[in-house]
């Protein structure tokens, strides 16, 4: 009978042990990683979606920036130009991808190197206070970026913002007042002025109302309206906003865009369900097992000891 010490471990395969423990574990929590982000992208995505599908088509549920007709984007020429509703989307997707990356990846840094002191050296033994430390860096790295990203934004159609700023009344609005002084075609004021109503925060429906159903007879009675340069897309979004219907032609014309993008915004909705109850599960199963090897790894490491 070959003797018991033939059978036991030598200490340096017990170490390669670990520290192939440790790695299959450092693994599975990169991979919870991301899956939690991944989880938490779906979510965001699952609110914001609709207004993605929708500017993809050239069509935004509620009015979110001013069009000016082409009869009269000249007497505004000094404003300068403004971005469709597509590419504002793509910027704040951009920003979105940005400081999740962002607050991400630097968290993790920030953590590593404040490990380097050694006042956080040692309360970052603890798992709990490492991810709270984390949570910490990955909050003020996103806080930081939105800061910079509002400031930016603050930037850009100044001009324009300024245009439609009003307190209470609209009358009090720049806008409203250089259109008193101009010799616009009352339609032309009153695509202008609903636009500004609706822009207002909260969307000014008392002012924006009688301003849509003057479009509306324009519409019916008036034979120079499609002169006018309005945009069917934000006909289309006005009425909807406001009466949760199409109610005229020019507006009917874009009814297709809209149609398809409810169905793909529909079709998106679900797959995002999916991918969020997917990504939940797979999390809450790698944590589990990266905890159940840390656990092991640390009985092992006790018992050498």
Same mark, same amino acid.
């Given at each position: 009978?070959?003797?018991?010490?033939?059978?036991?471990?030598?200490?340096?395969?017990?170490?390669?042990?670990?520290?192939?423990?440790?790695?299959?574990?450092?693994?599975?929590?990169?991979?919870?990683?991301?899956?939690?982000?991944?989880?938490?992208?779906?979510?965001?995505?699952?609110?914001?979606?609709?207004?993605?599908?929708?500017?993809?088509?050239?069509?935004?549920? *509620? +009015? %979110?920036? #001013?069009?000016?007709?082409?009869?009269?984007?000249?007497? !505004?020429?000094?404003? &300068?130009?403004?971005?469709?509703?597509?590419?504002?989307?793509?910027?704040?997707?951009?920003?979105?991808f940005l400081k999740l990356f962002a607050a991400f990846v630097g968290a993790f840094i920030a953590v590593h190197l404040l490990r380097k002191i050694r006042f956080f050296y040692v309360r970052f033994q603890s798992f709990v206070l490492k991810f709270v430390g984390w949570l910490i860096a990955f909050m003020l790295i996103w806080g930081a970026l939105t800061y910079v990203q509002y400031d930016w934004n603050s930037g850009q159609n100044q001009e324009y913002q300024q245009l439609v700023q009003y307190d209470k009344n609209i009358q009090d609005s720049e806008i409203s007042?250089?259109?008193?002084?101009?010799?616009?075609?009352?339609?032309?004021?009153?695509?202008?002025?609903?636009?500004?109503?609706?822009?207002?925060?909260?969307?000014?429906?008392?002012?924006?109302?009688? *301003? +849509? %159903?003057? #479009?509306?007879?324009?519409?019916?009675?008036?034979?120079? !309206?499609?002169?006018? &340069?309005?945009?069917?897309?934000?006909?289309?979004?006005?009425?909807?906003?406001?009466?949760?219907?199409?109610?005229?032609?020019?507006?009917?014309?874009?009814?297709?865009?809209?149609?398809?993008?409810?169905?793909?915004?529909?079709?998106?909705?679900?797959?995002?369900?999916?991918?969020?109850?997917?990504?939940?599960?797979?999390?809450?199963?790698?944590?589990?097992?990266?905890?159940?090897?840390?656990?092991?790894?640390?009985?092992?490491?006790?018992?050498?000891?």
């Amino acid at each position: 009978m070959p003797p018991l010490d033939d059978y036991a471990l030598n200490p340096q395969q017990l170490q390669n042990g670990l520290q192939i423990l440790k790695k299959r574990q450092r693994n599975l929590m990169l991979l919870t990683a991301a899956s939690a982000a991944a989880l938490i992208a779906s979510v965001i995505g699952l609110f914001v979606q609709q207004e993605f599908v929708y500017s993809f088509f050239g069509l935004t549920t *509620q +009015v %979110q920036q #001013l069009h000016l007709p082409s009869s009269i984007a000249g007497d !505004f020429a000094s404003l &300068g130009h403004q971005s469709d509703y597509f590419i504002n989307l793509l910027s704040w997707f951009g920003w979105l991808f940005l400081k999740l990356f962002a607050a991400f990846v630097g968290a993790f840094i920030a953590v590593h190197l404040l490990r380097k002191i050694r006042f956080f050296y040692v309360r970052f033994q603890s798992f709990v206070l490492k991810f709270v430390g984390w949570l910490i860096a990955f909050m003020l790295i996103w806080g930081a970026l939105t800061y910079v990203q509002y400031d930016w934004n603050s930037g850009q159609n100044q001009e324009y913002q300024q245009l439609v700023q009003y307190d209470k009344n609209i009358q009090d609005s720049e806008i409203s007042h250089y259109l008193t002084d101009s010799d616009f075609p009352a339609p032309v004021k009153s695509y202008l002025l609903a636009q500004t109503a609706l822009l207002h925060h909260p969307a000014d429906r008392a002012a924006a109302i009688p *301003q +849509v %159903q003057a #479009l509306i007879q324009a519409e019916k009675n008036d034979p120079q !309206f499609l002169e006018y &340069g309005f945009k069917p897309e934000q006909l289309w979004t006005m009425q909807h906003q406001l009466f949760q219907k199409t109610m005229t032609p020019m507006a009917q014309s874009v009814s297709k865009q809209a149609a398809q993008a409810e169905l793909l915004n529909s079709a998106l909705r679900w797959v995002l369900m999916f991918v969020i109850a997917l990504a939940a599960v797979l999390s809450l199963i790698l944590y589990a097992l990266a905890r159940q090897i840390k656990n092991r790894t640390v009985r092992i490491e006790q018992r050498i000891q």
